[in-house]
């Protein structure tokens, strides 16, 4: 699946504008989900987190005895919910259904264990292969396995196959198993729509089975839904009849037996949506939406590319796409960007529907690199699945990292394959040096609940994971990488797979291809450990080592990866490669340079590390970029900043040199390094923005932008955006910062825009892709009027982003009495819909006028705050948001007393929440108190060469 954050993420990239400052984007380290740890109780001393491999209390066996494995399903499920008009209150949120499973007994027992939760279930019966009765001397449920134990009077014997029919009941539940979403037709007609959600573990929500990826089987459904509605599962329609049951009538709709697959990939869907329909010749390809959504063509380009996806993945793999069906299907706020399921994908409607005329660029590639990312899985995830949840990197880093691949096919003028450097790599690099979370791989006995395997869906598994692949991908060759990949899942279609499997298939195409790389001693360093190393070359002594890099603390332990070098010395386009796998320093020739020439390592960042260097190749390096700084490599020269702001803060090297990297952006205007730059740059400003040191920064990161606005002005003027792709996100950029740091042009280009919008309400003469950035720089320049104005567009609008936008643009406002004002309203249901009331309160924090009134307002309102559903109202968001630029030791204070005060009426994701800001502002005390001076006087000192010259 696509996590909510993975989305979150990158939308950020574009939302999080709020301030002045804040429209700088966002510090990768806040936007990733932070991965679970364990539970430190707050010090103010530096903590040392300890791997979560450390097993905390003993919890109930997870695992089913495995004595029996099942093999086929038939499902009976029956849901009553109306699609249309009877409103919500009206509806019965039951469903109900009977189940009988076929499976066979590989060791003698007379207990049958079986998942089941939240259902009321009733035994039916147990038989034999010839029909004969098994007699149950009773049943029980067992709340903390999830599982129902069946008793029974006979032991079942091995070898033979047995049946059990169960009837259930069950309820919606909120997001997952079985659930409705209400939404508007044509913003007036109440709809609904049921579906499911069940990975990891929720199918047991819907129907008792065993609920293990590695037990699969065939799935026969029948859905029984009003009639009037549309019934779809994984597999296509049968059969269909009408039937009166209680007067009332309903649709029979029966499904194809499915593939043999895992119980996390069953979906149902009951809507009245409609759909647009494409007939590939082996399979049919349905894209369903509510039907305004497809008159609006606003799936169209979400259809138009599965096509050609699936076309590269079958290519790709090796293996024909197994079904005569797949459809797409966007639901109203799922909790994800979308899941996977065979045959019958589900999409988070925002990010699902697309209209070029109303969506930005970022949108675009979020929505098609989650397209590519979900129909990855049919084949890893769905087709070959990992043996457990412990190893559920290797369905999510294949699907992240060829994802990319993918869309380079589809898109080529993107150029994807470069982007997923700062879109998923850097930021992960970031934050797997903030602490040491779990390696990507980890034991089996490691995943000792379901809130374990939950917590698993993080970053790691899904950008590190991608970037582990990409490293291999590099190190063996893409062709050979690919027959490793065709290899493996040939051998292990419709069955499960550890990773020790995946290398030896990779190990094999090796061997063939006359190699001698030995795969999986190279990639157990990465999978199995945390973190990544830091190397280190001395380019005079031509030594070079390895250490595990942590940003905040040493490390215990003498961690070793066996690290891919390639690198290349200045005036050679000749690139040497190295396998470093000790720990050094060892001296080797390949790393000396001579007196003029410099060494670069780790080319494009194909290797998940980072690289420091002895200063006088860091000086050269920085003379290069200054000189010619195409000599470099696009990705690398945004590595290199990436690389230098990260040693930075882990004291390997001056925070000057890291600032010095950005200096010669002047002349450059790709995107990767502007990316790096800002995200890094980012930091300092929501450091400083608050002190005198903030004066400087501003001037420099106008002096920075300026060149970068003025190549982009006639663009922005007339309010179009460049033709490449890459361009259209620097020319964001361009925008955001120029107007961010008071650029007086910027400033007056989006005030004499609004004005226009103002003056006629009816064409808005403001590009997409820079909306928001408009409305908030107009809006934070003005006051009152615009205020008022954006605020009635924001009731009008009737396209989800651009409510958004404004919603957030609103905040940006100097005013402080207009800010609480706002503050107040996003707790006012009638004016901020509940589920947008976290993120407007964290939008007025981004402002630096908002950020102390936002403090108080959660302080003071925390009662009606934490009265709210958690479903609606995050806690460990709305505390990240608040705190983020904490870092004095009265805020410091002040969250202590917080901490006190509500311990007991936070959640646990809050009381986590309020852990991390403790940490997160200790450290950026730290960091402000070593670096500024240096930094003040840095930016002084680069400011008045500006008014020198
Ligand atoms: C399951 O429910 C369906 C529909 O109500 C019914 O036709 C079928 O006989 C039931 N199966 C069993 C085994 O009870
Ligand atoms: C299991 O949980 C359900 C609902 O949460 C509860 O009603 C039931 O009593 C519990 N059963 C046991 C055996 O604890
Ligand atoms: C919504 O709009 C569509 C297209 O304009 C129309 O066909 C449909 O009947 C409308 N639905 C309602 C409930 O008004
Ligand atoms: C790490 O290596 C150093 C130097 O070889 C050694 O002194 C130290 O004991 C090692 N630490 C661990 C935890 O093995
Ligand atoms: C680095 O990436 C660029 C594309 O950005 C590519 O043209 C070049 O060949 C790559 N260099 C190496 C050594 O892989
Ligand atoms: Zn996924």
């Given at each position: 699946m696509s996590q909510g954050v993975y989305i979150s993420k990158r939308v950020a990239v574009v939302t999080v504008t709020v301030t002045a400052l804040a429209l700088l984007s966002v510090i990768a380290m806040v936007i990733y989900h932070r991965v679970r740890t364990e539970e430190c109780p707050?010090?103010?001393?530096?903590t040392v987190v300890t791997p979560a491999s450390v097993p905390t209390k003993p919890l109930a066996n997870i695992w089913l005895p495995g004595n029996l494995v099942p093999e086929s399903y038939r499902i009976y499920l029956q849901t009553p919910l109306h699609t249309r008009d009877i409103g919500v209150h009206n509806q019965n949120l039951n469903f109900s259904g009977n189940s009988t499973v076929k499976f066979l007994c590989v060791e003698a027992t007379d207990r049958i264990v079986i998942h089941s939760r939240d259902l009321s279930v009733t035994v039916k019966g147990v038989r034999d292969g010839h029909g004969r009765a098994v007699p149950v001397k009773g049943f029980q449920q067992q709340n903390d396995t999830d599982t129902i134990q069946i008793e029974l009077s006979d032991t079942l014997r091995v070898g033979r196959m047995y049946y059990l029919t169960t009837e259930f009941e069950g309820v919606y539940h909120n997001s997952s198993g079985m659930f409705m979403r209400g939404y508007k037709e044509n913003g007036t007609e109440e709809r609904y729509v049921v579906a499911s959600h069940m990975e990891p573990t929720d199918a047991r929500r819907v129907f008792p089975c065993f609920d293990e990826p590695a037990m699969k089987a065939v799935f026969t459904v029948t859905i029984i839904h009003r009639k009037g509605t549309i019934a779809l599962s994984n597999m296509a329609q049968k059969d269909q009849v009408e039937k009166e049951i209680d007067g009332e009538a309903w649709l029979i709709t029966e499904f194809y037996p499915t593939v043999k697959m895992s119980t996390y990939l069953i979906a149902f869907v009951v809507s009245n949506f409609e759909y647009k329909e494409t007939n590939y010749g082996r399979y049919t390809l349905k894209t369903w939406a509510r039907p305004e959504a497809i008159a609006g063509g606003f799936v169209n380009y979400a259809h138009s590319i599965a096509g050609d996806i699936i076309d590269f993945f079958e290519d790709y793999c090796g293996i024909e796409y197994p079904l005569n069906k797949i459809d797409q299907i966007a639901v109203p706020k799922l909790k994800v960007g979308g899941m996977e399921n065979w045959g019958l994908i589900v999409y988070e409607e925002e990010t699902f529907l697309y209209d070029a005329r109303l969506s930005t660029t970022l949108h675009k590639e979020l929505l098609a690199s989650v397209v590519a990312h979900e129909l990855a899985h049919q084949w890893f995830g769905n087709l070959v699945t990992m043996s457990w949840w412990n190893e559920v990197w290797l369905k999510e880093g294949f699907s992240t990292f060829l994802s990319y691949l993918a869309l380079d096919k589809v898109e080529?003028?993107?150029?994807t394959k470069d982007l997923i450097v700062v879109h998923e790599i850097q930021g992960m690099l970031h934050l797997d040096s903030e602490d040491v979370f779990h390696p990507l791989s980890l034991g089996e006995e490691d995943i000792q609940s379901v809130s374990d395997i939950t917590d698993l869906?993080?970053?790691?598994?899904?950008n590190k994971g991608a970037a582990v692949l990409r490293m291999l991908a590099d190190l063996l060759s893409m062709s050979v990488f690919e027959k490793g990949v065709q290899s493996y899942l040939k051998a292990f279609q419709y069955k499960t797979a550890y990773s020790e499997d995946l290398w030896i298939h990779f190990q094999k195409a090796v061997n063939d291809s006359g190699g001698h790389i030995a795969v999986a001693e190279i990639m157990t360093t990465w999978t199995d450990q945390s973190g990544y190393p830091v190397v280190t070359i001395n380019t005079k002594s031509g030594e070079v080592s390895q250490k595990h890099f942590l940003l905040h603390q040493e490390s215990e332990y003498n961690l070793t990866w066996q690290v891919p070098i390639k690198l290349m010395k200045s005036g050679s386009g000749d690139i040497k490669f190295d396998l470093l796998t000790v720990l050094g320093p060892v001296s080797k020739p390949l790393y000396r340079a001579d007196a003029n020439e410099w060494i670069l390592a780790n080319i494009n960042q194909t290797g998940y590390y980072r690289v420091n260097y002895d200063p006088e190749n860091w000086e050269k390096l920085l003379q290069q970029l200054e000189t010619?700084?195409?000599?470099?490599p696009v990705i690398t020269r945004g590595q290199l900043i990436d690389d230098a702001f990260s040693l930075a803060r882990a004291k390997h090297v001056n925070i000057t040199l890291a600032l010095r990297t950005t200096k010669y952006l002047l002349n450059d205007t790709e995107y990767i390094p502007w990316s790096s730059a800002l995200t890094n740059l980012q930091y300092v400003v929501s450091m400083f923005d608050r002190s005198e040191v903030y004066g400087p920064v501003k001037a420099y990161l106008r002096k920075l932008i300026g060149p970068l606005y003025d190549h982009f002005e006639s663009v922005t003027m007339n309010s179009t955006i460049p033709d490449s792709h890459s361009a259209q996100y620097t020319h964001n950029y361009a925008v955001k910062f120029a107007c961010a740091s008071d650029l007086p042009k910027c400033r007056k280009m989006a005030i004499s825009l609004f004005d226009r919008w103002r003056k006629d309400p009816t064409t808005n003469p403001i590009h997409t892709n820079l909306k928001l950035t408009v409305y908030c720089s107009a809006i934070a320049a003005g006051g009152e009027e615009e205020w008022d104005f954006a605020w009635e567009m924001f009731q009008k609008a009737r396209v989800m982003l651009e409510k958004h936008w404004l919603r957030l643009a609103l905040a940006c406002t100097k005013d402080v009495w207009i800010l609480n004002r706002y503050l107040e309203y996003s707790l006012d249901t009638d004016k901020i819909s509940s589920e947008d009331c976290v993120s407007t309160i964290n939008a007025v924090a981004k402002n630096v006028v908002g950020q102390p009134l936002a403090w108080n307002f959660v302080r003071s309102r925390w009662s009606d705050i934490s009265q709210k559903s958690q479903e609606t109202i995050s806690q460990d968001e709305l505390i990240e948001g608040v705190t983020e630029?904490?870092?004095t030791t009265f805020e410091l204070e002040q969250l202590w007393m917080f901490h006190e005060e509500h311990l007991n009426d936070l959640s646990v994701s809050g009381k986590r929440a309020l852990t991390d800001a403790l940490e997160r502002t200790q450290k950026n005390i730290k960091w402000v108190t070593e670096n500024k001076r240096t930094v003040l006087e840095w930016f002084r000192r680069e400011v008045s060469q500006e008014s020198n010259s």
């Open positions: 707050p010090s103010l001393l530096p080529p003028t993107w150029n869906y993080g970053s790691i598994v899904y010619d700084y195409r000599k470099i630029r904490f870092s």
